[in-house]
């Protein structure tokens, strides 16, 4: 039907210039990639650019939602009851199966969260999804209910700037750091029987 080959020359026209503007912006940055270099990598004139994206940013934001943020709340990792450590190794196993599956534009999210906040505000939200899902899956694993709210939380945030460090170094070919260990010190920890009050007592030199 004429209708629905119009249709899909549309969507493909729409995502080729999405493809382009991934691969510069990656390559060069958003602030210095011209619209006509976007165009030229997707192979259609520069007008069909702005007939998609009214302004370049609305490119960038494009990219930005084809980062399936949404889908790290549903990961279920397994909790290994009693083991912390384990429990967080499993968690940065799901995460990275789903990194690894999302979008090249997850790169874009981290190189232009700095000076864009419209990409900042969806940084933000990818790590309070994670810092949830961490949370989750070491409230399960913790077989010691007296261990402070506060701890439990500062793991989760730990952990997961852990993950999102990790993964952003990996992606720029810089050295990374063993994932496994700062588990392990995470899950020590929480393991450790610590009195709320006891490092305030001591500073203060009260008994």
């Known amino acids: 039907m004429p209708g629905t080959s119009r249709v899909r020359s549309a969507e493909d026209s729409r995502a080729r210039i999405l493809d382009a503007a991934q691969a510069l912006f990656a390559e060069e940055g958003y602030d ?17 650019v702005f007939h998609y994206f009214s302004r370049k940013i609305d490119i960038l934001l494009a990219l930005v939602e084809r980062v399936p943020v949404d889908e790290i709340a549903s990961l279920e990792a397994e909790v290994v009851p009693g083991d912390v450590a384990a429990t967080l190794m499993n968690v940065a196993a799901d995460f990275d199966v789903w990194y690894s599956r999302s979008s090249g534009s997850r790169l874009i999210l981290f190189r232009e969260a700095a000076t864009h906040p419209e990409v900042s505000g969806a940084l933000a939200e990818m790590n309070s999804r ?63 029987a610590v009195q709320p009050d006891a490092g305030r007592q001591s500073l203060t030199g009260k008994g």
Do not use: C, M
């Open 32 to 48: 210095a990639t011209p619209t006509s270099r976007i165009a030229e990598r997707a192979g259609v004139y520069k007008g069909l």
């Open 130 to 192: 994670l810092i949830g899902l961490i949370r989750q899956a070491v409230d399960g694993a913790l077989d010691d209910p007296a261990v402070p709210e506060r701890r439990r939380t500062a793991a989760a945030t730990t952990f997961a700037a852990a993950l999102l460090n990790h993964a952003y170094w990996r992606d720029v070919g810089l050295p990374t750091f063993e994932l496994p260990e700062i588990a392990d010190l995470l899950g020590a920890g929480l393991g450790a």
